[in-house]
């Protein structure tokens, strides 16, 4: 078991301390769609203002670089005092930085908005840098990105993973050695995303139940009457999976029929013209039976597609796994938008923050900003 290098090794009352969140949740207006990747950092801020360290926050939002993290600090403002740093660039950074109280909080804009954090720009990193004396990563979800204030932080300062971070790896190993009956649901759209999860878990989980519209490209493989259905064009290698015993499809499914209608359908009684929308009742039945006897359940990614409103599905296994006896470790975007929703946070024992970051996690167990604070651990030991 290696040792992760955490804060509560440091002395740090009164030293300025770089917190990379990822903050990069729903904007609505000025309002946050919803906040769980926020709430999730508050056990590393309270403990670093506990310490009296001086907390400067780091976090991109949005996807086109431009997306502003204030109403993010102005959601921050009804629980904390907090400052914001509109420019990072500018002499005026440095002098707030350098003004700030003991267990103070500031929060710099959005990352991405200046190229060089996408590009790993090593002198970008070393500006980020020069706001701290220590670093911690707690953006597991965006630690999948080799970006300045992932991976070139730490090259700079001594480094650790905050509480969130850790949590994140303590939950999602489960899955990388787990006790069985081991269940993992995956759902979505993209095989090609999916694909190295369907493969390493083929082996290591007793049943894989693909859903969502990636169990379209496995009926399409086997010459099955899809309609039109959505598939993802491209070669993926999908046939060594269909002998694998652990692998399983739906046997029925919600349909959008000809005239636009849902109906559910037996898979070998889909028509030309119906497009496949949803997981059907017997599925979700046998699913059920399925996650009772487990003694651990892994899902990632919708069973429908919920953004035609086709979202029954998902939230018939949202219950299911409410109701398991087995350790319930989720996680995904739509499924954290979902689970808001439906008002269900405290009911499954770990949803995870991550997206992309969760599924390269479960792949192997790495992610560059876990290499980037290893690496650091080991040549500050030399
Ligand atoms: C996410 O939402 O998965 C992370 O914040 C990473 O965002 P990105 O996919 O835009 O890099």
Redesign the pocket.
């Known amino acids: 078991m290696k040792i992760l290098p955490s804060p509560k090794e440091w002395n740090i009352k009164g030293k300025r301390v770089i917190l990379r969140a990822?903050w990069?949740v729903p904007v609505e207006g000025n309002k946050l769609g919803e906040d769980y990747r926020i709430r999730r950092s508050f056990a590393t801020i309270d403990y670093l203002r506990k310490k009296k360290a001086r907390i400067i926050v780091m976090s991109?939002i949005?996807?086109d670089g431009r997306s502003s993290l204030r109403p993010v600090v102005e959601y921050l403002e009804k629980r904390m005092a907090v400052g914001f740093v509109p420019d990072f660039r500018s002499e005026e950074a440095h002098g707030i930085v350098r003004d700030m109280k003991e267990g103070s909080v500031v929060v710099f804009e959005n990352l991405r908005q200046d190229s060089r954090e996408e590009k790993n720009d090593p002198a970008f990193a070393k500006l980020l840098a020069s706001f701290g004396d220590y670093y911690i990563n707690d953006?597991f979800?965006?630690s999948?990105?080799a970006h300045a204030s992932i991976v070139g932080i730490p090259k700079l300062l001594p480094s650790a993973f905050g509480f969130l971070f850790l949590d994140e790896i303590k939950h999602l190993s489960l899955a990388l050695k787990p006790t069985h009956p081991f269940v993992f649901v995956v759902g979505g759209a993209k095989v090609s995303t999916k694909m190295p999860l369907m493969k390493k878990f083929a082996r290591l989980a007793d049943t894989v139940f693909v859903g969502g519209a990636l169990a379209n490209n496995f009926f399409k493989e086997e010459g099955m009457e899809v309609g039109k259905s959505f598939i993802e064009k491209g070669t993926f290698g999908l046939r060594p999976l269909f002998k694998k015993k652990s692998i399983i499809l739906p046997s029925d499914v919600v349909v959008r029929d000809s005239s636009g209608t849902p109906q559910t359908r037996e898979i070998s009684a889909i028509m030309k013209r119906d497009a496949i929308m949803d997981a059907g009742p017997s599925t979700l039945r046998a699913l059920g039976e399925k996650i009772a006897r487990a003694k651990l359940i892994v899902w990632n990614g919708p069973l429908g597609n919920y953004e035609a409103g086709f979202d029954a599905g998902t939230i018939t296994l949202l219950k299911l796994l409410a109701k398991a006896r087995g350790k319930t470790i989720l996680g995904g975007?739509d499924t954290i938008a979902l689970v808001d929703r439906l008002k269900m946070e405290g009911a499954f024992t770990f949803i995870s923050t991550?997206?992309?970051?969760m599924l390269d996690y479960l792949v192997d167990g790495k992610l560059d900003g876990i290499d980037a604070i290893m690496k650091k651990a080991r040549r500050s030991k030399k």
């Open positions: 990822d990069n991109h949005g996807k953006a979800s965006a999948h990105r975007g991550g997206g992309g970051a």
